[in-house]
């Protein structure tokens, strides 16, 4: 069964500086990659989606993310944090096998201290 | 259009009370999904639909949940004899087709007292 680990629920980055949540998943074939951003009692708004053709993915409000195979991950980055980064981040991951439906990470609360 | 649409946004119930959910898609998505999401959790996947045809309803969490889409366009989601166990916020999201980005609306944020 597929399933997707998110390292740290919580993670606390200074204004201006680098952010990384992490991400990786378990699956014999490489699965269609997603992260979401949640703000406090909203829904799901999309971040960025791999579908296998760049490893390297651009997603909106300056973020991106790096497919790599061999390590089975997908870690989401930030050049510079924004006060307005904080919120929850979802990893999820889909494949065809199992009718695209959606495998959720726990979710990695992102804290932006000034 | 401007994306997917939940009513209500919030509902409280008594226990034992039946609840309606309602979920309008964006209008060419074919795709139309159900989630729970409890506090500090991801999502928990509970049915989906491709037009009308409810594709998959066995990860409904009991026989008091059910969901219609009788026109592949909106959606509702029932709960039938709440529970307390039931609170938690529940997530509509829709998809052009098999394998495209799902786009999720508010939400609705179900407490049964």
């Known amino acids: 069964a597929q399933s997707v680990t998110q390292l740290g629920s919580h993670v606390s980055v200074s204004e201006g500086a680098l952010v990384l949540l992490r991400c990786n998943y378990s699956s014999s074939v490489p699965p269609y990659l997603f992260w979401y951003v949640q703000y406090p009692n909203q829904g799901l708004q999309l971040l960025l989606k791999?579908?296998?053709?760049a490893t390297l993915v651009k997603g909106i409000n300056g973020f991106e993310a790096e497919f790599k195979k061999s390590e089975t991950s997908f870690h989401l980055t930030k050049p510079s944090a924004h006060m307005s980064d904080a919120a929850e981040y979802f990893c999820a991951v889909s494949r065809k096998e199992s009718n695209y439906q959606l495998i959720w990470g726990a979710g990695t609360k992102l804290i932006i201290k000034p | 259009d401007t994306g997917v649409s939940q009513n209500p946004r919030h509902k409280i119930t008594k226990r034992g009370q039946n609840v309606t959910f309602r979920c309008d898609p964006i209008s060419e998505h074919n795709r139309l999904y159900w989630y729970r999401q409890t506090l500090g959790q991801g999502p928990e996947f509970l049915t989906y639909f491709q037009n009308e045809a409810q594709l998959e309803k066995s990860r409904l969490l009991s026989d008091r949940f059910s969901a219609e889409r009788p026109k592949g366009s909106f959606s509702t989601l029932e709960i039938q004899r709440t529970e307390q166990g039931d609170s938690a916020m529940y997530l509509c999201a829709s998809s052009l087709g098999t394998g495209d980005e799902q786009y999720f609306g508010p939400g609705t944020r179900l407490t049964v007292t």
């Open positions: 791999y579908t296998s053709a």
